[in-house]
């Protein structure tokens, strides 16, 4: 059963969660995270939630503690964002290599300084290569249908990994939107309790994270990337029995209205629904543009992005990030390189958009989307641009 | 050995968690102290270890020196791990997942783990009154990275960060008494503690295996390697520590601080800096000027004792 309810983002998250029956619940607060583990914690005072609320005092801790209370075979689940993702960079590594099952929801923020408390991706996009399966979510309901699917991965005896869901700061947190909540039945037939392979235990005694020494760390390391790029087969399998179980459909990379389109624009997350807006408008004046939504970004998707693009002969993309002084966007790097050994190669425009929560109103894609037909048109590829910069 | 009880191995339990084969230097007392403490602890115990030493000489993989769970996580986290299985396992046991019992969840860190880089951690965990032990293993500097200083190190020793030098005796702060921050927190127990004294640290690990709620110990650890001390004396040393002051023996329980091995009259502290290399520099000035710190303190300690804090 599902119920149609109006909800942040944050507290449908939460309400998932409560719906996911966790077990663990560590987390520190901070903006714009609060109101998902507000409400987690309300859950458990008022018994709604069975589970342990561990106040930590930092996210550095907060992840330490998902490791020990994963270690025991207990459903974890913590959220953070920004600085936080920052201070627990280090125990995301350990966390991975652990192959510890922790779902966290990350709301996307800007990192420091100057301190932003607002939406862009650089937090995340400095975490990416933790080894944590990565993905995004576009607005409430697939937030928290991909919470409850995290658990699901995470836990899948082949993958053994933690995820991350990422929902863009306060365009989501914070903003009320129409979903369907599906009850605890619904959530528990779909998720199992989780049973581990391996966990601490008095009465089968293992040790966990030992030295690795240089006859044996290469081999971890290639088991890691051997396990997560494998991690796609499960990732798509269990997406697909989400569909079915809850009839809400989501794909590693996603398009709209791509199929016999001129230009294509990348977008992640919450904006690619403004971009769409723009896509409608676009087609209605009769310019033939498009959308590639990166949902999955860890493992990188490939083939889905190659069949997504197709021949389109231009890709713009925009990125919510900048990696300083090397190739600006962090997720149009990646797409170059993805189709750097290609025959059919599309002309890669970068764009930088939405940093520290400023707004990519309606008129900026278009000045994206008009980049794009004048590369298509005189054939350079412009330099990266920093969409809505003041002069 | 002077004033050295009759050490009866067969009053401690045979039951060995903490097996040999480890890479441990020779004389470390440290891996003494584990081993003996988890012997008392036994099978039902989970840890947590911090990166160190103690990290490093038990668990190269494919080897472990551990036939109880382990973990070791990073650095400075070892008190937040250990309250995560603790509250894992609590969780687990309330909703009937696993069956009740008692499990002693210990985690341990040396003192760069614990006095410098951990105690943000150590604190969290202390504060939110988990069901654990914390132990912290002080060998008085960062053994396992090469004898740098940290807030542990002793005044006036000499490491590799806080060299004697011409114009330098070495370290030059105080140390950071982690055991009183530590108390501070209003914990059921905490207690110092060292293997040159087995049967008392045999006791006061009971202590903090029975209280419910957070218990702080800290483990004097001898280390030749770092000390640049004969390792044939790394027992004596330290009961030489307990003796002239610099390492006294207590344990606060329930706020209640009681000396546990009393020296009415503390030794001449040259006793114990002689044959440490770390302090041979030192000169008689400030070997008097640490002796007059240690009377200060162990005099504290006496005025403190039987009142409750």
């Avoid at chain 1, 399998?237 to 989501?250: C, G, I, M, P, S």
């Avoid at chain 1, 970068?350 to 900026?364: K, N, Q, T």
């Avoid at chain 2, 440290?30 to 160190?52: F, K, P």
């Avoid at chain 2, 000027?289 to 009377?295: M, S």
Wanted: hydrophobic share 40%.
């Amino acid at each position: 059963m599902e119920q149609r309810l109006g909800l942040e983002a944050s507290i449908a998250i939460a309400e998932v969660v409560c719906r996911c029956d966790v077990d663990i619940v560590a987390a520190y607060p901070i903006t714009p995270q609060t109101h998902v583990v507000e409400h987690l914690s309300e859950l458990v005072a008022d018994g709604e939630l069975d589970a342990a609320f561990v106040p930590v005092e930092s996210e550095h801790s907060a992840m330490s503690v998902c490791c020990g209370t994963a270690a025991v075979g207990a459903r974890t689940f913590t959220s953070t964002a920004a600085q936080g993702l920052a201070l627990m960079h280090e125990i995301l590594f350990i966390a991975s290599a652990l192959r510890l099952p922790i779902v966290m929801a990350v709301a996307n923020r800007s990192l420091s300084g100057p301190i932003s408390i607002w939406n862009d991706h650089s937090d995340v996009m400095t975490e990416r290569d933790v080894g944590w399966v990565q993905i995004f979510a576009e607005n409430a309901q697939e937030a928290a249908d991909l919470t409850i699917w995290s658990f699901r991965l995470a836990e899948d005896r082949r993958v053994s990994l933690p995820v991350m869901v990422n929902f863009d700061g306060f365009i989501l947190t914070h903003t009320i939107e129409p979903m369907l909540m599906p009850d605890k039945e619904m959530v528990q037939a779909f998720l199992p309790p989780w049973e581990p392979l391996l966990k601490l235990d008095v009465d089968e005694p293992i040790s966990m994270g030992p030295v690795g020494i240089p006859d044996i760390y290469t081999e971890t390391k290639q088991v890691q990337q051997h396990l997560l790029t494998q991690a796609y087969g499960p990732i798509v399998e269990t997406l697909n029995e989400f569909a079915q179980h809850f009839k809400r459909t989501y794909k590693p990379i996603e398009t709209y209205r791509s199929d016999d389109a001129e230009v294509l624009l990348c977008t992640m997350g919450a904006l690619s629904e403004t971009a769409m807006e723009v896509v409608d408008r676009r087609r209605k004046q009769g310019q033939k543009v498009g959308l590639v939504r990166i949902r999955l970004w860890r493992p990188f998707p490939f083939e889905d992005l190659y069949r997504a693009v197709g021949n389109v002969p231009v890709l713009g993309v925009m990125d919510r990030a900048i990696s300083f002084g090397g190739p600006v966007g962090p997720v149009a790097s990646e797409i170059k390189a993805a189709f750097y050994h290609r025959e059919q190669r599309p002309k890669i425009v970068e764009f930088i958009a939405g940093l520290g929560g400023r707004d990519v109103p309606l008129s900026d894609f278009g000045r994206m989307f008009d980049s794009l037909y004048t590369t298509g048109e005189t054939g350079k590829i412009p330099a990266p641009t920093i969409i809505g910069l003041r002069e | 050995m002077e004033g050295m009880n009759v050490f009866a191995a067969r009053l401690f339990p045979k039951d060995n968690r903490f097996v040999s084969g480890h890479r441990a230097c020779q004389g470390c007392a440290e891996v003494l102290a584990v081993r003996l403490i988890h012997q008392i602890l036994g099978r039902n115990t989970m840890v947590a270890s911090a990166t160190g030493c103690m990290e490093i000489i038990s668990s190269s993989y494919p080897d472990t020196a551990w036939s109880i769970p382990w973990i070791h996580v990073a650095f400075e986290n070892a008190a937040a791990v250990a309250s995560g299985i603790e509250a894992g396992l609590q969780i687990l046991m309330k909703k009937g997942r696993m069956p009740k019992r008692k499990i002693n969840v210990v985690g341990m860190a040396g003192d760069g783990g614990t006095a410098d880089i951990g105690i943000q951690a150590l604190s969290g965990a202390l504060e939110r009154g988990h069901d654990m032990i914390y132990i912290c293993y002080d060998n008085e500097a960062y053994m396992n990275t090469g004898v740098q200083r940290s807030s542990s190190t002793p005044y006036g020793a000499s490491t590799t960060t806080s060299p004697a030098g011409k114009i330098s005796i070495g370290q030059q702060t105080w140390k950071k008494n982690v055991t009183m921050i530590a108390a501070a927190h209003n914990i059921p127990y905490v207690a110092t503690a060292s293997p040159s004294y087995p049967f008392d640290l045999a006791e006061k690990v009971r202590k903090a295996a029975k209280v419910k709620g957070p218990a702080y110990l800290h483990v004097y650890s001898a280390c030749p390697t770092g000390w640049r001390l004969d390792p044939k004396l790394a027992i004596t040393i330290g009961r030489l520590a307990v003796q002239t002051g610099a390492f006294p023996l207590y344990e606060i329980e329930n706020g209640k601080l009681k000396i546990s091995v009393k020296t009415p009259k503390l030794r001449p502290l040259q006793d114990y800096t002689k044959p440490q290399g770390r302090f041979r520099h030192l000169d008689d000035a400030t070997i008097a000027e640490i002796e007059k710190r240690l009377f200060e303190e162990y005099q504290k300690l006496e005025r403190r004792e039987g009142l409750i804090f």
